[in-house]
């Protein structure tokens, strides 16, 4: 069996499902999800991310207790401890891709985050499958849909949120400045042609005030789009420029144009890049995050 600890928001759930579905393929296991930290971070006030994967036709079948408590700590105080020193001194979040993880077999279970497309590339059909909606995409979704089929369409991802807000966060993590985005859409305008644009963002209003975008510039955000119905939007459009989120990164990789044109912020963190170094595709442009 193997048991994926699901923590953070979508698209970290996505990339840890992911890591959890090509080894239960590879290894002809069942695959089990742990909700219990996302429920935890709930109850004790953090931030609390639901599980949003359900939105998706995935492998969903999610794991009691008894079986997360057999496979996480499997030589019980001795576990425990181990586990607490690798995440609190050693500061070990598995993120950066690990090769050692793909010849694991047996009873497994994965808490990390998993960030690098090395892990499944390989079964990239399955998981455009999986990563299908369940339910038919509401008559708001189907419109834009019919806008963003054309052969220019661009998604435009505009992070802000914890990122603008949170201190700490910013300094961590980064903030795409006006600049990135100015050189981005330069750079799909002098290798698109007639290219329209489409914005999608957690604060719009501030994108209409800050940002100058072409006259052909349609924002789709809003209350009436749940954040899988954006993603699954964005990865319609036939390019793509991403902030330095992993929901964004997702919208970019789950695009099936076979000439897409990505463009993404560099250094993706401003703390612990180097974690990111198997993130971004080669075949994706990278432009300065300021």
């Not at 719009?204 to 939007?233: H, R």
């Amino acid at each position: 069996m193997i048991i994926v600890n699901l923590k953070g928001g979508l698209g970290n759930q996505m990339f840890q499902y992911a890591l959890g579905r090509k080894l239960s393929i590879q290894n002809k296991s069942e695959l089990k999800l742990d909700t219990s930290g996302l429920e935890r971070a709930n109850a004790v006030g953090d931030i609390y991310r639901p599980f949003s994967l359900d939105a998706y036709t995935i492998q969903k079948s999610i794991a009691n207790e008894h079986e997360i408590k057999k496979l996480k700590y499997p030589f019980g105080i001795v576990s425990k401890g181990f586990r607490w020193i690798n995440l609190h001194i050693l500061k070990n979040t598995h993120t950066a891709f690990e090769p050692k993880i793909l010849k694991k077999s047996g009873d497994i279970f994965l808490d990390g985050y998993w960030q690098s497309p090395r892990y499944f590339n390989d079964i990239r059909d399955v998981l455009l499958k999986d990563y299908t909606l369940k339910t038919p995409v509401s008559n708001t979704v189907a419109e834009y849909i019919e806008m963003i089929a054309i052969e220019g369409s661009v998604s435009i991802h505009i992070r802000r949120g914890d990122y603008a807000t949170n201190p700490r966060v910013l300094k961590e993590f980064g903030l795409c400045s006006e600049a990135y985005y100015q050189k981005a859409i330069s750079y799909i305008q002098a290798n698109v042609t007639n290219p329209s644009f489409f914005v999608f963002s957690d604060d719009i209003s501030w994108v209409k005030k800050n940002l100058e975008l072409p006259d052909n510039t349609t924002y789709v955000s809003g209350p009436k789009l749940a954040a899988e119905e954006e993603l699954i939007l964005m990865s319609t459009c036939a390019h793509n420029i991403i902030a330095n989120s992993s929901f964004s990164w997702w919208s970019a990789w789950l695009n099936q144009n076979p000439e897409k044109i990505v463009i993404a912020p560099t250094p993706w963190f401003n703390k612990k890049n180097h974690l990111y170094k198997d993130l971004i595709p080669n075949t994706w442009i990278t432009l300065p995050q300021n």
